[in-house]
């Protein structure tokens, strides 16, 4: 369960503010991942079922493998389930994770992997391959997993290069598909490579997707399922970024010499179940919206652009749905990740930097940016953006008059991408602390 949302001091912001808020508090508590675990999974004397797969567990050790931002809530949900039938776990996620006697905890690493990323990738590909071919192996895997859980394809890659690698992939403006097409290349645990230490054992994914819902195997870059064909190229990324000269020469040499591996036929179960996804935040923040007065509109194709391009979209698409209604209240809502490269050595990401953008767009506008009340809020539903503490941040028509009669030039602030200390100043950041979940960012512009 994620904490109320809490404001950075006073703002002085209109009602539409409000609004904004509790449209996207609604939205995180539709996607909790603790709730959606628990839900998924019952056991009846020994009939375990997860999603719509039943299994006789009479007799059978069940193994825990969690992954990604969701982790520890995900691995409390069935918990509550199972309790004491899971007779090992393995949980990597963030640092808070509460330790428990049959469970090897790690703090992973995010947005960059750390030493801790490694330890449980070792520690749990020496648990599937020692496991019981009667047993159940039970994923819980999310979001934010690529960098808290890995383990290099070489001994050569040292952690100092996963790091490195990571760093650009993340700052470079690719997809996430994109990223980690390359991420899967130098990891012997990505894109189906873990699921391979065990090959005979019966293994279950449940999954809290941060990605597109036909791309749900790239959440944690995939660890226990393998891509599509027709992924992206490793090698065609890294030349359409300009990263040959850049990355570390053990990443490129593990991109050179890739290759298909077949691994070794699996014979033992396998299904996988989404529970969660950026579709549950839209559509939980679409109902409250509605409930409220608004008349909303689903973008579902503003999702994945040009962080420039994509505010563009949400301001005319907008303003376009506010012309339609006559001034009614409107509420525009999108989703997905926009593609945000990093300028400045400032403080923020994503989300910071949409709501700035679309400030500065509105405000540049004589009519609709000075004359209507509107609001826009970019959030990410896992309560970090970027390198920042904040969720994302709130503005409305009177934000850049406030950050000038402060002094504060917006224009500097982008250019350094330090949005996060523009919006401190103003006191309208979004602060939830970790929430325990991660299906991606909700974005709202409300007009009325």
């Known amino acids: 369960m994620v904490a109320p949302i809490a404001a950075n001091g006073k703002n002085g912001m209109t009602s539409l503010d409000a609004c904004a808020r509790e449209i996207f508090f609604s939205a995180l508590q539709a996607v909790d991942a603790r709730a959606a675990t628990r839900r998924a999974v019952s056991l009846n004397n020994s009939l375990l079922r997860v999603g719509d797969t039943a299994i006789d567990s009479a007799g059978r050790p069940v193994y825990l493998v969690a992954i990604g931002k969701a982790a520890g809530a995900m691995t409390a949900g069935l918990a509550e389930v199972l309790g004491d039938r899971i007779a090992k776990g393995i949980v990597c996620g963030p640092a808070h994770e509460e330790p428990h006697p049959n469970w090897a905890i790690f703090a992973g690493g995010h947005p960059l992997p750390t030493a801790d990323s490694i330890a449980a990738a070792r520690e749990t590909v020496r648990l599937l391959a020692d496991a019981e071919r009667n047993a159940l192996i039970v994923f819980l895997i999310s979001g934010g997993g690529s960098a808290m859980f890995e383990l290099p394809v070489d001994e050569s890659i040292t952690l100092a290069d996963l790091r490195?690698?990571?760093?650009?992939?993340?700052?470079?403006?690719?997809?996430?598909?994109?990223?980690?097409?390359?991420?899967?290349?130098?990891?012997?645990?990505?894109?189906?490579?873990?699921?391979?230490?065990?090959?005979?054992?019966?293994?279950?994914?449940?999954?809290?997707?941060?990605?597109?819902?036909?791309?749900?195997?790239?959440?944690?870059?995939?660890?226990?399922?393998?891509?599509?064909?027709?992924?992206?190229?490793?090698?065609?990324?890294?030349?359409?970024?300009?990263?040959?000269?850049?990355?570390?020469?053990?990443?490129?040499?593990?991109?050179?010499?890739?290759?298909?591996?077949?691994?070794?036929?699996?014979?033992?179960?396998?299904?996988?179940?989404?529970?969660l996804d950026n579709r549950t935040a839209l559509e939980a923040a679409a109902a409250e919206a509605r409930s409220r007065g608004f008349i909303v509109e689903l973008a579902s194709d503003i999702k994945e652009q040009e962080i420039g391009v994509g505010c563009e979209l949400l301001i005319a698409?907008?303003?376009?749905?506010?012309?339609?209604?006559?001034?009614?209240?409107?509420?525009?809502?999108?989703?997905?990740?926009?593609?945000?490269?990093?300028?400045?050595?400032?403080?923020?990401?994503?989300?910071?930097?949409?709501?700035?953008?679309?400030?500065?767009?509105?405000?540049?506008?004589?009519?609709?940016?000075?004359?209507?009340?509107?609001?826009?809020?970019?959030?990410?539903?896992?309560?970090?953006?970027?390198?920042?503490?904040?969720?994302?941040?709130?503005?409305?028509?009177?934000?850049?008059?406030?950050?000038?009669?402060?002094?504060?030039?917006?224009?500097?602030?982008?250019?350094?991408?330090?949005?996060?200390?523009?919006?401190?100043?103003?006191?309208?950041?979004?602060?939830?602390?970790?929430?325990?979940?991660?299906?991606?960012?909700?974005?709202?512009?409300?007009?009325?």
């Open 317 to 448: 698409r907008a303003l376009t749905l506010s012309n339609q209604n006559k001034g009614k209240p409107v509420c525009l809502i999108s989703g997905g990740e926009f593609s945000c490269p990093v300028r400045g050595s400032g403080v923020g990401g994503r989300n910071l930097e949409t709501v700035l953008r679309c400030a500065m767009k509105m405000d540049e506008m004589p009519g609709a940016g000075k004359t209507q009340h509107w609001a826009v809020l970019s959030a990410g539903t896992d309560g970090v953006d970027g390198n920042s503490k904040a969720a994302g941040a709130l503005a409305d028509e009177t934000t850049i008059a406030r950050a000038k009669r402060r002094g504060l030039e917006s224009s500097d602030f982008l250019e350094r991408s330090d949005a996060f200390h523009l919006f401190e100043q103003l006191g309208n950041l979004i602060v939830t602390g970790p929430t325990g979940t991660n299906v991606r960012d909700v974005r709202l512009v409300l007009v009325g």
């Open 164 to 275: 490195e690698a990571n760093r650009q992939l993340v700052s470079c403006g690719a997809s996430i598909a994109e990223i980690n097409a390359v991420r899967r290349v130098f990891s012997a645990v990505k894109g189906g490579k873990l699921a391979a230490s065990a090959p005979h054992t019966d293994q279950i994914t449940l999954i809290v997707s941060d990605t597109n819902p036909d791309d749900v195997k790239s959440v944690a870059s995939g660890p226990t399922l393998e891509p599509d064909a027709g992924t992206a190229d490793a090698r065609e990324v890294v030349q359409r970024y300009g990263l040959g000269d850049s990355l570390p020469q053990s990443i490129l040499k593990a991109i050179a010499q890739s290759q298909v591996k077949e691994d070794a036929a699996a014979t033992g179960l396998r299904a996988h179940y989404v529970l």
